[in-house]
Structure formats: structure tokens, C-alpha cells
């Protein structure tokens, strides 16, 4: 079942670099980005704007100012408090990475997944092999992605019963 999604900034890093964007597309009918979290990326991927507009499911939208947007922003990066703010005022899902900020999510009662969720999500859904997730996964370890060994290991015991199951 295909839903709308907000997403935060390092599962879209991550996707790009692995060129894998297209599958935010496959698990959802729109991702929600705010504009805040497209220029971030933007920093070290000056093409970003181009490689949205060729999926038609990714869709930048900007955050109003709020009170709440305003308290967020003391505790998070402002890409962290504009996606959670999005996901908040809309009640959807959100894609966010970062341990503080999925707490502070948490915390306000949305419902979270990260890199590695979307990856199990995927497998789930027969969009890849669970060999094919492990492999994304451990490239994004090796090239940066933050995930506690006990989470890496959690996401690997869960690939591989997808791949016997």
C-alpha cells in the first residue's frame, strides 16, 4: 500500500549518492521534502533540483513559520525541524535518520522510519532482493551512514529472514 511520506535529509543523501532515488518512488505515492531539507542537500549535491523534478513523486514543499517550528529549532538542525514540523502538521509518516530528532518525532506522536526501515519496507514489498538491501546498506555504512552495530545487526537479521521467508 502506497501512502504519502515527509522525509528529512540523510536517507535522501544516501539514496542519491547510491543513485537509488527511484525507490522512494516504488514504497510511496509522494514524498513530501521541505525546501529547507532540498537546500541542505544542495550543499554537496548542486544537482538535486533536477534529479527531483524527474521523479514525479517527490514533491518540495515549504514549512510555515509556527510556534512549534520555532521550539524545534532550538533542539534540531533546521532541515530536522522543518521535516518533523511538515510531518506534524499534516500527521504523516516522516523518513528521519538522526537518533535526537527521531526522538523529538516520537515525541510528538508521528511514526518514524529511517534508511534501513526503507530498506526492509522494500524488501517486504518485493521492490529488492534482501541480498540487494544488504549490499545498499552496507555501502551506506561504509560511506558514512551512522547506525549503532546493534541496529546494523537488527537490519541484517531481518534481511536475511526475508531472504529465507
Known amino acids: 500500500m502506497k501512502t504519502v511520506i515527509v522525509s528529512d535529509t540523510t536517507s535522501l543523501i544516501v539514496l542519491e549518492k547510491l543513485q537509488a532515488m527511484d525507490l522512494l518512488c516504488k514504497l510511496f505515492d509522494r514524498v513530501l521534502i521541505p ?8 550543499v554537496g549535491s548542486p544537482h538535486i533540483k533536477q534529479t527531483l523534478q524527474t521523479l514525479p513523486c517527490l514533491e518540495t514543499v515549504e514549512v510555515l513559520p509556527s510556534k512549534r517550528l520555532a521550539s524545534l529549532l532550538l533542539l534540531l538542525d533546521a532541515g530536522e ?9 499534516r500527521q504523516l509518516p516522516l523518513i528521519i535518520d538522526e537518533r535526537k530528532g527521531r526522538q523529538v518525532a516520537q515525541q510528538l506522536g ?39 552495530s546493534a541496529l546494523q545487526q537488527q537490519v541484517r537479521d531481518e534481511l536475511s529472514k526475508q531472504n529465507t521467508g
Open 110 to 148: 508521528l511514526r518514524v522510519t529511517g534508511f534501513a526501515g526503507l530498506l526492509i519496507q522494500a524488501t517486504r514489498s518485493q521492490i529488492m532482493t534482501a541480498s540487494a538491501a544488504l549490499e545498499l546498506l552496507e555501502w551506506a555504512v561504509a560511506n558514512g551512514l551512522r547506525l549503532s
Open 35 to 42: 525546501a529547507v531539507v532540498v537546500a541542505e542537500i544542495q
Open 81 to 89: 525541524a522543518n521535516a518533523i514540523e511538515l510531518a506534524a502538521c
